[in-house]
């Protein structure tokens, strides 16, 4: 009688997920905090005699493939086949997708860009004038969109022209004329986490605006879940157990070059909620190093939520006003390594904020606070600042709950002309905007209110995220879709009869 077992069951459950994790024995199974939810008492468990796993904190559960697959956040086949590689498993899987295809596709086409820098002087020059040598050209292919009729040739020679317009990367004009997004720019793939190209972010040359642009979003590309560079250094992330999060390209890059070699940055958006929960994969460190104007300051308030909400612990390291990563790096390395060794934790930071009587310190700390997912260290922490400022546990404890539903409210609708208007305010300010005649929700005017106060955490992402060709434009159609109907006044009696006279009301006729 022929064997029912599966080649897959000589994988050891337990030898795979505790490569991972931590796990204690109890009784028959294993137990450990779950990685995929914040998780203040063990609920992870592993059963060794039936191959699975589950946690009974956040439902979560399966066999070892599918552990793998959501730790390192991969597919089911890819995992099943890295799992069938350590364990020497045959498998008879021939899968070719339409995603493989266009992976393949992106990758010949970075190397085509890589290629065309080397007879590219404005590229090459601009480099140069950012520091940028040839060992980091090549670690980060970076390359040069020349040529479209020789992409186009090439794309068609391997029979992928029509997958890679599915990218968005390049639109057919008319009949064999083709225009590429990245046309005459500086071209820096953006990788998976495997490493392969999923995407493009294209920097001019000429001075030309927009000075950066990025691949739209296709089947393998989401800007909310991508992180740069964290295929370069996510060893180097796991060896620190520590992650530097930067802004843009060249700030990572500049840092690459010091040495400095654990850092990712989010594509030209904001830091998202799939962007702390990607990084809490490889480490539960993580240190903020923002531009230090008021952009970066907002970078900070919108993106510590998120970290805290995956239980990460976060630092903030501050650089000195007009500085950014990119310039200090190459101006004074030794003091930028010295900002990120002594960088505070942003609680700690708050708390010395707070005692300064420092306005708004203290609505941060709670607003942060209440994304803390350990109760007992919110508990702590609450009652260190009720030490300092002299107010009661309980009274701190009460505003605590008013955040929280603060908070759900950010999951209230808004029109499209409030987010528009919101979006621009929020770029640019209140200077020339005048708000008054408009017809705004409440949770409109409060969002309103928290830029004033330049709240920035308060502000949904899809505010933040809000993108349009023509802002100023966007604008005006929101301020006209907004302004209450304009109702008429009259100041006397001799006034509404002069007007009656004009125009006479019609008289209805009795039937």
């Not at 460190?285 to 900070?300: H, I, P, Q, S, T």
């Not at 702590?380 to 009460?398: F, M, N, S």
């Not at 002309?417 to 409109?444: I, T």
Request: glycine residues 6%.
């Amino acid at each position: 009688m022929a064997s029912s077992r599966s080649p897959l069951d000589k994988i050891d459950i337990v030898e795979v997920v505790s490569s991972y994790i931590e796990l204690r024995r109890v009784g028959n199974n294993f137990v450990a905090r779950c990685p995929f939810h914040p998780d203040d008492t063990p609920s992870f468990y592993v059963s060794p005699s039936k191959g699975i796993f589950k946690c009974f904190g956040c439902g979560v559960g399966g066999d070892a493939v599918k552990f793998v697959s959501l730790y390192e956040n991969i597919d089911y086949w890819e995992a099943l086949e890295k799992l069938a590689k350590r364990y020497n498993i045959p498998l008879n899987v021939n899968r070719k997708s339409a995603d493989d295809k266009l992976l393949l596709a992106l990758q010949l086409v970075a190397d085509f860009y890589h290629q065309e820098l080397a007879s590219s002087k404005p590229a090459l020059q601009y480099l140069q004038s950012r520091g940028i040598n040839s060992s980091t050209i090549k670690k980060f292919h970076l390359g040069f969109a020349g040529s479209v009729e020789r992409l186009v040739n090439l794309l068609k020679r391997e029979g992928l022209l029509e997958v890679y317009e599915k990218s968005g990367n390049i639109l057919k004009a008319e009949k064999d004329l083709y225009h590429d997004l990245f046309r005459h720019r500086l071209v820096i793939p953006i990788r998976g986490v495997k490493g392969e190209v999923l995407a493009f972010g294209g920097r001019s040359l000429d001075g030309s605006h927009p000075k950066y642009i990025n691949s739209p979003e296709s089947e393998v590309f989401k800007k909310k879940s991508t992180l740069f560079g964290l295929y370069e250094a996510k060893e180097y992330i796991k060896e620190q157990e520590e992650v530097t999060l930067v802004e843009g390209y060249f700030d990572l890059m500049s840092l690459w070059q010091a040495g400095i070699r654990n850092c990712v940055a989010p594509l030209g958006t904001a830091f998202t909620e799939e962007h702390a929960r990607l990084l809490s994969k490889f480490t539960k460190r993580v240190v903020l190093l923002y531009d230090g104007d008021e952009a970066g300051k907002k970078a900070v308030k919108s993106s510590v939520p998120h970290l805290l909400k995956v239980g990460m612990k976060v630092r903030v390291a501050y650089l000195p006003e007009g500085e950014d990563p990119d310039s200090l790096v190459k101006k004074d390395p030794q003091l930028l390594k010295n900002l990120l060794r002594s960088a505070p934790a942003v609680e700690v930071d708050l708390l010395e904020k707070v005692k300064r009587g420092q306005k708004g310190a203290l609505e941060d700390l709670l607003h942060f606070c209440s994304y803390v997912p350990d109760s007992v260290a919110r508990f702590d922490l609450l009652k260190e600042v009720a030490g300092v400022i002299g107010l009661p546990l309980a009274d701190l404890q009460r505003r605590l709950v008013k955040v929280e539903i603060g908070r759900e409210r950010e999951e209230q609708p808004l029109s499209y002309p409030e987010v528009a208007l919101l979006a621009f305010l929020y770029r640019f300010g209140f200077e020339g905007v005048s708000l008054e005649g408009l017809s705004l929700s409440p949770y409109a005017l409060s969002l309103v209110e928290a830029l004033r106060l330049q709240e920035y955490h308060l502000i949904p992402e899809r505010i933040k995220n809000f993108k349009a060709e023509n802002m100023h434009s966007v604008l005006i159609d929101s301020l006209k879709a907004l302004s209450l109907p304009e109702v008429e006044v009259f100041r006397d009696f001799q006034h509404r009869r002069e007007k009656s006279t004009s125009k006479p009301r019609k008289i209805r006729k009795r039937v």
